[in-house]
T-cell receptor, first 112, second 112 residues
Framework: DSGVTQTPKHLITATGQRVTLRCSPR?????VYWYQQSLDQGLQFLIQ???????AKGNILERFSAQQFPDLHSELNLSSLELGDSALYFC???????????FGQGTRLTVV | DAKTTQPPSMDCAEGRAANLPCNHS???????VYWYRQIHSQGPQYIIH?????ETNEMASLIITEDRKSSTLILPHATLRDTAVYYC?????????????WGAGTKLIIKP
């Protein structure tokens, strides 16, 4: 158990819908990262937050947005969902921006 | 684009040392090498990281060549539970803004 909690574990929704994925980082970790992993693919970095502020942006679509709240939990919002958005979405956290990150077990999103 | 190159797959006999190579010929002087593994579709698990010195922890050893253009992850006594995809990653960016760039990884299969 990495200490990073992601909810829900599974999510099935229809195209065009909007969903919110939630991440609770390890206690004491200030930095949160979001990654997308499509079937049999590597991890694609989406976005990073540190203590509530966006720090780095990767290949995140405009239909996707994220935020980190004062209690340090983070949410990833995915809207106007398409079939191609079906993937595993991982959240990771670290103490600071340059230390090792620990991953949650992911949210498996299926868009039908 | 991933900044690392790894063999797509490797086999190793149970109880033997598993040596996983990684090339990172374009690595910069301040970029760290990280290793993670992912068992099936679980969240990636941090293994070890290093800058230029060899590193060892309870899970593995990391050997980085003197020119830092390649490294080897060593699992000293592989078990069946070490079967996973192993990712060699270069941490890119500045102190306040970095991201892990993931490649395709090496699928390591431990055979009884």
């Amino acid at each position: 158990d990495s200490g990073v909690t992601q909810t829900p574990k599974h999510l099935i929704t229809a195209t065009g819908q909007r969903v919110t994925l939630r991440c609770s980082p390890r206690s004491g970790d200030l930095s949160v990262y979001w990654y997308q992993q499509s079937l049999d693919q590597g991890l694609q970095f989406l976005i990073q937050y540190y203590n509530g502020e966006e720090r780095a942006k990767g290949n995140i679509l405009e239909r996707f947005s994220a935020q980190q709240f004062p209690d340090l939990h983070s949410e990833l919002n995915l809207s106007s969902l398409e079939l191609g958005d079906s993937a595993l979405y991982f959240c990771a956290s670290s103490v600071s921006v340059n230390t090792e990150a620990f991953f949650g077990q992911g949210t498996r999103l299926t868009v039908v | 684009d991933a900044k690392t190159t790894q063999p797509p797959s490797m086999d190793c006999a149970e109880g033997r040392a598993a040596n996983l190579p990684c090339n990172h010929s374009t690595i910069s002087g301040n970029e760290y090498v990280y290793w993670y593994r992912q068992i099936h579709s679980q969240g990636p698990q941090y293994i070890i990281h290093g800058l230029k010195n060899n590193e060892t922890n309870e899970m593995a050893s990391l050997i980085i060549t003197e020119d830092r253009k390649s490294s080897t992850l060593i699992l000293p006594h592989a078990t069946l539970r070490d079967t996973a995809v192993y990712y060699c990653i270069v941490r890119a960016g500045s102190y306040s803004n970095y991201q892990l760039i993931w490649g395709a990884g090496t699928k390591l299969i431990i055979k009884p």
